[in-house]
């Protein structure tokens, strides 16, 4: 375009600026803002309510991000989560692009009673993070990593998805704990655990937490960190979003080569119970460099059962053969993919291509070693079941995890070995009861085995009553902190710790 052209088109948009209406003024810096009428709503107690079409305009015109309301396409799309079976409906969407935007969502929300939903990668299974009748607050649209690689920190918005994470970092020779699905996001897996392939080198993704930026409940904005409001900076470390909304992370960052040895031995599963005891005997034993999950299970369809060991040893190549010995004795596996691997391709190998395409249902529990009870117990009742997938499967703790003292961080498990889950998986149109009653049914035998449980993947309400002793001595530390930072209880969306003033 010729210079005479565009000041003519900065001139007549300026001109059209003018005459235009307010609320159309807002959507030409942010997208959609016209609000048209007023919304229903559900208020705290659950009490039908009408939010005014004038105070949901002002929310609109305050907002960089977008303001998405029912009715619109893209409403309907930030509405879902992971799990396809749940169908909310919040009464209005904001997408931030900063902690501003944040603030005034939350403000909007206390103001108007409102219960806050907040979404990063929608990977609670139960749905935690949408809600029917209030506001949801989605982050997908802050979403950013930047490096300090002189001080080895990583600074990362509270929107952003554990891949993005991963692809800065080890482009770099750095990285930090994630998860082992690159698509979970930072928001909900850092601030109640995060175990991953690297957790029991350098820790919890928590442990690594150096500092976050949080907007409470009331609105404000708070940095916090081992100096500065440390009550809330230990809080968020294992209470999840019970305090507000984290809008950033300051990760700490360590030294690692991009090729790691990874993979999988699969076995057939009549070889499940020597799987399951060298497992029990020897992962116990394995240096922190070395992380093996474990899997026994049935695939939908008819398809034969297996037993699973994944492997990530980032420790020296030279020293891989003689720690895997005792697994060589089970013999040669029916697969075996190990091998030297990119660990951001590793870290991604387990994404879902079709992330809506089954209903995953999961019961969860810590362990402190595998005993041959609970191996037995893991065997007599796993129950194939062409419909869906079936299996109990090991995330491998212990090491740097344990190391941590349990009133440190507000996540006070320290003793976990494993963390034991069983996982049912199947299409959203499959008669989901009858597998529900199986895995209730079969968690009964299981669950005497664990002590406590990973509240990011136990948080749906059958756990609430037992959410107290979950956190043992750091319990009423937190019921503390949420009487002071949300004690009409906003943010119950969650492992919720209930206030009590
Ligand atoms: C496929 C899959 C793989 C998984 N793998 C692992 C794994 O390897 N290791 C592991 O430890 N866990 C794993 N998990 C469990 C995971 O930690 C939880 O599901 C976690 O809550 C996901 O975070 P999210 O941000 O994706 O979830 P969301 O559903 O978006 O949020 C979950 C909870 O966190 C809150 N929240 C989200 N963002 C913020 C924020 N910025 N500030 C405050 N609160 C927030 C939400 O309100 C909600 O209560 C996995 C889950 C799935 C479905």
């Known amino acids: 375009m010729q210079r005479r052209e565009f000041c003519h088109a900065g001139v007549a948009a300026l001109l059209a600026g003018a005459l235009l209406p307010r609320g159309v003024m807002a959507g030409v810096y942010a997208g959609l803002q016209q609000v048209d009428a007023d919304l229903q709503a559900l208020s705290l107690q659950g009490r039908e309510q009408v939010l005014p079409r004038a105070s949901v305009q002002e929310l609109a015109d305050s907002?960089?991000?977008?303001?998405?309301?029912?009715?619109?396409?893209?409403?309907?799309?930030?509405?879902?989560?992971?799990?396809?079976v749940i169908d909310k409906h919040p009464a209005l969407i904001v997408q931030p692009t900063g902690p501003a935007d944040i603030q005034s969502a939350v403000q909007f929300a206390g103001a108007n009673d409102l219960v806050v939903a907040v979404k990063c990668g929608g990977h609670s299974f139960s749905g935690k993070s949408t809600c029917d009748g209030g506001l949801l607050i989605d982050l997908s649209s802050y979403r950013n990593v930047q490096l300090d690689t002189q001080r080895r920190l990583a600074y990362v918005t509270g929107g952003s998805l554990l891949g993005a994470i991963d692809h800065e970092?080890?482009?770099?020779?750095?990285?930090?704990?994630?998860?082992?699905?690159?698509?979970?996001?930072?928001?909900?897996?850092?601030?109640?655990?995060g175990f991953g392939r690297v957790a029991r080198r350098f820790g919890l993704a928590l442990d690594n937490i150096r500092a976050v930026d949080v907007v409470t409940a009331d609105g404000s904005?708070?940095?916090?960190?081992?100096?500065?409001?440390?009550?809330?900076?230990?809080?968020?470390r294992g209470g999840g979003g019970n305090f507000g909304v984290v809008s950033n992370f300051t990760f700490d960052l360590h030294p690692m080569q991009r090729e790691v040895i990874g993979g999988k031995w699969v076995y057939p599963i009549d070889r499940a119970r020597d799987v399951l005891e060298a497992y029990a005997e020897h992962s116990m034993r394995l240096p922190d460099a070395f992380y093996l999950d474990c899997g026994v299970g049935h695939p939908p369809g008819d398809g034969p059962g297996f037993a699973v060991l994944d492997v990530c040893y980032s420790g020296p190549p030279a020293d891989f053969e003689r720690l895997m010995q005792p697994f060589r004795a089970l013999g040669k596996p029916l697969k075996d993919s190990v091998g030297a691997v990119d660990y951001v391709a590793l870290q991604r190998s387990g994404d879902f291509s079709d992330p809506r395409a089954m209903v995953s249902?999961?019961?969860?529990?810590?362990?402190?070693?595998?005993?041959?009870?609970?191996?037995?117990?893991?065997?007599?009742?796993?129950?194939?079941?062409?419909?869906r997938l079936t299996q109990?499967?090991?995330?491998?703790?212990?090491?740097?995890?344990?190391?941590?003292a349990p009133g440190d961080t507000a996540f006070s498990q320290r003793y976990v070995s494993h963390d034991m889950m069983v996982i049912l998986a199947w299409p959203p149109e499959a008669d989901g009861p009858a597998h529900r009653?199986?895995?209730?049914?079969?968690?009964?035998?299981?669950?005497?085995?664990?002590?406590?449980?990973?509240?990011?993947?136990?948080?749906?309400?059958?756990?609430?009553?037992?959410?107290?002793a979950n956190f043992e001595d750091n319990f009423q530390r937190l019921v503390a902190l949420k009487n002071r930072y949300d004690p009409r209880n906003l943010f119950r969306l969650n492992a919720n710790i209930e206030p009590t003033v």
């Open 63 to 84: 907002l960089r991000g977008r303001l998405l309301l029912p009715g619109k396409p893209a409403y309907d799309t930030a509405r879902l989560v992971l799990n396809p």
């Open 169 to 193: 970092t080890l482009a770099r020779g750095l990285v930090t704990t994630a998860g082992t699905v690159s698509h979970t996001g930072v928001g909900g897996l850092a601030t109640g655990g």
């Open 221 to 236: 904005f708070h940095h916090a960190d081992g100096d500065q409001n440390s009550d809330l900076y230990w809080g968020v």
């Open 361 to 387: 249902y999961v019961k969860d529990g810590f362990c402190e070693g595998i005993t041959p009870a609970l191996i037995d117990s893991i065997l007599q009742g796993l129950e194939p079941d062409p419909g």
């Open 392 to 404: 109990c499967y090991f995330q491998h703790a212990g090491g740097a995890i344990g190391r941590v």
């Open 437 to 468: 009653d199986y895995i209730r049914a079969y968690w009964k035998q299981l669950e005497p085995h664990t002590r406590g449980f990973y509240t990011n993947v136990a948080e749906d309400n059958e756990r609430a009553a037992q959410l107290q």
